[in-house]
């Protein structure tokens, strides 16, 4: 499997279809009204600031893992993706070597204004949030968990959806309701918790642990719901080896936490431009999202 871009895509334009979105990775496009192209750039963000280095192959690697994980989820809820080859839908042939692999036809859908988290493990911002009020957004839990403890249960932790720049925001379970209805919510959190276990079982029997991720939805007009731009890959979920897996401290995890950890070395106030990655950490994140792609997608431990 190719997992090389022939150059790294940090921003694209596609002539003769109109650009309605750039995401902090993905470039959308419409191609009419049922249809959209998505580019999954080699762009990467860090404290939501999009850096100026892209990371080269990262987008085709980002899409191959989604597309593998569409497929296997499929008979939990359907997605976005359309079986429509890439060529017939470019007006300009000559877009196609540069969107080869990193990009997909997808069904145009209206985005739920939600992002839906699932935690399995107390890490990161619900470490914080333990730790301050005894709670992961508002559901309490056992005292004395420790930093990268597998939680009791899972936990359903929705945010709203920032713009580029700005930070997600977490929100109850309540304001879900409020936003969307209390069906559409019940469905959005049940499909999230069903393909979170459904992918920490396949991660699992592959040494990988998924300690949290988050997804997307959106409806058609008849009111289906669809799983919609990337999942579970190293830029939406939190992926440990589970070799290196210990409770009482932060795992080392299959993304872009190298970078982080680089950043946060440095004398930066985390705001708009980044700054400029050395040679060795951009080579260092690519290993990564390749290896986390080798693992996913290959055959169990042992098989």
């Known amino acids: 499997m190719n997992t090389h871009a022939p150059a790294a895509v940090h921003t694209t334009a596609i002539g003769g279809l109109t650009r309605i979105h750039q995401g902090k990775v993905r470039d959308v496009y419409a191609i009419d009204g049922q249809r959209l192209l998505i ?10 600031v999009v850096l100026p280095d892209p990371i080269p192959g990262k987008g085709v690697v980002l899409n191959q893992i989604s597309n593998f994980w569409f497929g296997l989820t499929s008979h939990i809820i359907p997605n976005h993706l359309l079986p429509v080859p890439l060529a017939s839908v470019l007006p300009n042939a000559a877009d196609l ?13 209206k985005a739920l204004p939600v992002e839906a988290v699932v935690r399995g493990y107390l890490i990161g911002s619900g470490w914080k949030d333990y730790q301050a009020t005894g709670a992961v957004c508002g559901i309490t ?13 899972v936990l359903f932790t929705p945010a709203t959806k920032a713009a580029v720049g700005d930070h997600d925001e977490n929100i ?3 304001e879900v309701e409020r936003l969307i209805g209390p069906a559409l919510a019940a469905r959005v959190r049940d499909s999230a918790i ?3 276990r459904f992918a920490s079982e396949h991660a699992a029997q592959r040494g990988i642990l998924i300690a949290d991720t988050k997804f997307e939805f959106g409806l058609d007009t008849d009111g289906t719901l669809y799983l919609i731009d990337e999942a579970l890959t190293p830029d939406s979920s939190r992926f440990w080896p589970m070799e290196s897996y210990r409770v009482g401290i ?15 070395t440095l004398d930066w106030n985390k705001c708009a431009p980044g700054p400029r990655l050395p040679a060795e950490v951009i080579e260092h994140t690519a290993q990564k999202y390749r290896e ?12």
């Open 172 to 174: 109850s379970y309540a």
């Open 194 to 196: 069903a393909l979170y």
């Open 97 to 109: 070597p540069m969107l080869e692999g990193r990009s997909v036809v997808a069904r145009r859908l």
């Open 39 to 48: 580019v999954a750039t080699d762009r990467l963000s860090a404290f939501d």
């Open 141 to 153: 839990l056992p005292a004395g968990l420790r930093q990268a403890e597998k939680l009791p249960q």
């Open 250 to 264: 932060s795992p080392p995890s299959f993304d872009k936490q190298y970078v982080r950890d680089y950043l946060e």
């Open 292 to 303: 986390a792609l080798r693992l996913i997608t290959g055959p169990a431990a042992g098989g």
